[in-house]
């Protein structure tokens, strides 16, 4: 089984080869896979320009919000978070550590918020809305209880720094069950002409006394976050 996230080149650039190699199936949100058929010359056109070759392709099996795919004996749970992309889905699932017993594992669908920038949406012919989708898909998974936190990228939960610790002798880092939080508290979320700062020890959309709180800083460029680099994970 080949599990996507989301529709990007970066993330499934090589399904198709190895659907061909290995006979594997090919696993995407039904609404993603949607975006594809619509947009095809579009992700042509991304594809050649940042990651040869073209390898649009189409998905095996198309998974609706909830829905559990199974491998082996481990049960992956699916769930809509679209933002990033229209359709990007974050997965679940149970695993078992040698040390602690059962480990409760997450990964982010889809952190970057580049993508979800006025002029990327509107470049890319897709509905603004995904800018408060984004935020509302953060809240949405933000009391998952997860033991250890996979990144959609190696940048997302730190994994060379913590294998070198791990190499190290250091008992597994990558056991961390506030860091699911810290990671959504710090994703950023694009609304309107403004920059929202989330929390980090809350659901984003409450203050600790249940009313909403949102920290702004106008932006002339139509997205908001913490000021570093555009993030197009």
């Known amino acids: 089984m080949i599990l996507i996230s989301h529709a ?35 992700f042509h056109r991304h594809n050649r320009e940042r990651i040869p070759p073209d390898e649009n392709f189409r998905a095996d099996r198309l998974l609706e919000d909830g829905e559990t795919v199974k491998l082996g004996d481990t049960q992956i749970q699916c769930a809509l978070t679209p933002g990033h992309t229209p359709g ?59 033991d250890l936190m996979l990144g959609n990228h190696p940048c997302h939960n730190d994994t060379f720094s913590k294998w070198r610790r791990l190499q190290a002798g250091e008992q597994n880092p990558f056991w961390d069950p506030s860091e699911w939080q810290r990671f959504l508290g710090s994703s950023d979320a694009p609304i309107g002409r403004s920059w929202l700062w989330l929390p980090r020890t809350r659901p984003p959309c409450m203050s600790a006394a249940g009313s909403a709180t ?20």
């Open 214 to 233: 949102l920290a702004v800083t106008a932006r002339p460029d139509g997205f908001r976050g913490r000021d570093h680099k555009a993030n197009h994970c």
């Open 8 to 42: 990007h080149h970066d993330h499934y650039g090589a399904a198709s080869a190895l659907r061909h190699i290995t006979g594997a199936k090919i696993c995407l949100s039904a609404v993603d896979a949607a975006d594809m058929a619509a947009r095809p010359e579009w």
């Open 88 to 146: 990007t889905m974050s997965h679940f699932w149970t695993a078992h550590d040698r040390e602690r017993g059962p480990a409760r594992i997450g990964i982010y669908g889809g952190a970057g918020f580049g993508t979800v920038r006025t002029a990327f949406l509107e470049e890319a012919g897709l509905p603004l809305s995904l800018q408060q989708a984004f935020e509302a898909s953060i809240q949405k998974v933000w009391y998952r209880p997860v």
